[in-house]
């Protein structure tokens, strides 16, 4: 069976919100808000062989694109739509990519399934260093 928690925290400036599911039993669904130029999680824990879920949303109040971006090895199928939620009309699709930007008011929905265990950074390359979180694949 499994099991869903959802958890919502706020901040004064909400700017930017990483919504990440992990398709697994057990799976913790979770949208966390956060400061300017930071991803909300900023750390990520799956187990190696779960296929991963990344709803990255772009709630700039200005005009500023956000990137997602690993590194090798990892590579990610992703889905940008234009507005805040999947029911948003597909922008692009992009397969074994690793890199993609996004701009406001656009969701990427990103999927991979992870394959290696270990601590694997993921960044937005526009916005370094503050912009760096980190993907936990418990081996
Ligand atoms: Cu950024």
């Known amino acids: 069976m499994s099991q869903t928690?959802?958890?919502?925290?706020?901040?004064?400036?909400l700017l930017l919100v990483v919504a990440v599911v992990a398709i697994i039993a057990g799976a913790a669904t979770g949208?966390?808000?956060m400061p300017h130029d930071?991803?909300?999680?900023?750390r990520i824990t799956v187990n190696k062989g779960d296929n991963v879920?990344?709803?990255?949303?772009?709630i700039e109040d200005t005009t500023e694109d956000h990137n997602f971006h690993m590194d090798s090895p990892y590579t990610f199928d992703v889905v940008v739509h234009a507005g805040q939620t999947e029911n948003f009309p597909v922008v692009s699709?992009?397969?074994?990519?690793?890199?993609?930007t996004?701009?406001?008011?656009?969701?990427?929905?990103?999927?991979?399934?992870?394959?290696?265990?270990?601590?694997?950074?993921?960044?937005?390359?526009?916005?370094?260093?503050?912009?760096?979180?980190?993907?936990?694949?418990?081996?």
Do not use: E
């Not at 919502?8 to 400036?13: D, G, N, R, V, Y």
């Not at 930071?38 to 900023?42: A, G, M, Q, V």
């Not at 879920?53 to 772009?58: A, F, K, P, Q």
């Open 93 to 100: 699709t992009l397969h074994g990519t690793s890199d993609v």
């Open 31 to 33: 949208v966390w808000k």
């Open 38 to 42: 930071t991803f909300s999680p900023d």
């Open 53 to 58: 879920v990344i709803y990255y949303r772009n």
């Open 5 to 13: 928690t959802t958890k919502q925290l706020s901040a004064s400036k």
């Open 102 to 139: 996004i701009h406001v008011n656009q969701t990427a929905t990103i999927t991979f399934r992870a394959n290696w265990a270990g601590v694997f950074p993921y960044q937005c390359l526009i916005h370094q260093p503050t912009m760096t979180g980190y993907l936990v694949v418990l081996g």
